[in-house]
């Protein structure tokens, strides 16, 4: 199966070899050496990093946008996700529903609302998020000591979910631990359920989480907050 079809039937799907070790290691010093504003669990917002602009619109990893979201995808969100000894967490079985928007407009199926880093951000229908895409490249070994993803597959496909829904599906399916060697891609639909253990392990695992949209315009009259090169600045499309 093609990484659309794993995709369309499952929610998720890795390719291994997506980018070399040194590939890996120049973004890896590129962060350090001109390091975003972060916490000790990551760092958000940093399509605005100039290295993390170009990573996002690379031709390995853009191809893979497109071959399931089409010609037109293209990046909007980036994340680092840094779990380590010292910065350890859990992550209870949920989705993906919040997206951030240029405004705020009451629209019929979106809600509640919130304000992050002055960001507005909504609760989006799953109309919406069926034209979401995000590439979780492993900038370490993800391996089953260390905390990987575990999704339930095929949850993708009903829809937005009560926090209830979840726990109960989650009782019963499943769970597939997503290992993934550095260089390696997961790709994932925001709505297949997913969760995360803490580390058992030394071993970091860092994770830049990359979304990628169909268009800027998610639902009219409502537009994505797309992040800009520009520092702690955002490009409204």
């Known amino acids: 199966m093609s990484l659309r079809d794993d995709i369309a039937a499952h929610g998720f799907a890795i390719d291994p070899h997506i980018l070399a070790v040194t590939d890996v290691a120049q973004i890896l010093a590129a962060l350090t050496n001109s390091p975003p504003r972060r916490s000790r669990a990551g760092a958000r917002h940093i399509l605005s990093h100039p290295s993390i602009a170009a990573l996002a619109a690379d031709a390995r990893l853009l191809s893979l946008a497109q071959e399931v979201l089409g010609a037109n995808a293209f990046p909007f969100r980036a994340t680092l996700f840094d779990k380590s000894s010292t910065a350890n967490w859990l992550v209870a079985w949920h989705q993906d529903t ?15 609302w ?13 109309g919406a998020l069926e034209q979401v895409l995000a590439l979780r490249l492993h900038l370490d070994d993800s391996t ?94």
């Open 98 to 112: 919040a997206l951030p928007l240029r405004e705020r407009r009451e629209t019929p199926g979106w809600g509640p």
């Open 114 to 126: 919130s304000v992050k880093d002055g960001v507005h951000y909504a609760r989006a229908p799953a």
């Open 144 to 237: 089953l000591a260390n905390g990987p993803l575990r999704v339930l597959p095929g949850t993708h496909t009903l829809g937005v979910l009560s926090d209830e829904a979840v726990h109960r599906i989650a009782s019963t399916a499943t769970a597939v631990d997503c290992a993934v060697g550095a260089g390696g891609i997961l790709a994932m639909r925001p709505l297949v359920i997913h969760a995360s253990s803490k580390s058992q392990s030394a071993a970091p695992r860092r994770v830049l989480h990359i979304e990628y949209a169909v268009s800027a315009l998610i639902a009219a009259p409502l537009a994505l907050a797309v992040e800009s090169p520009a520092p702690n600045q955002f490009r409204y499309a």
